[in-house]
């Protein structure tokens, strides 16, 4: 099983950025899916995640800003975030618990990582 980010990049504060999340490989038709974030001297921390019913868990700092989203077998994720400010620079991790239940995954449930794409937001 393979994740493939991609859509990182430099932003200006308050500008927009997409990331996507695919997952190859994968022997199960829907997949448990989150974005994590891990700045310099933290530790990772939930942005937020897609359950296989599609339902969706955000981080307090992120919501009415962030949406992830999936197609219908989330094979493919994405991330969109919006009024980006300095303190959503890091690194961004896409993780897949294939074949999860019902529910979001807690951070240890995760069986697979991307390689993490950079987000920079400068002011």
């Known amino acids: 099983v393979q994740l493939v980010e991609s859509g990182g990049g ?45 339902s969706t868990k955000y981080a307090d700092s992120v919501k009415g800003r962030f949406t992830i989203s999936g197609d219908n077998t989330k094979n493919t994720v994405w991330l969109q975030m919006n009024s980006l400010k300095q303190e959503d620079t890091a690194v961004y991790f896409c993780a897949a618990a294939p074949g999860y239940g019902l529910g979001h995954p807690d951070f240890y449930e995760y069986d697979y990582w991307g390689q993490g794409t950079q987000v920079t937001v400068s002011s």
Do not use: H, T
């Open 10 to 54: 430099l932003v200006q504060a308050g500008g927009s950025l997409r990331l996507s999340c695919a997952i190859s490989g994968s022997i199960f038709i829907r997949n448990a899916m989150g974005w994590y974030r891990q700045a310099p001297g933290k530790q990772r921390e939930l942005v937020a995640s897609i359950a296989s019913d599609d």
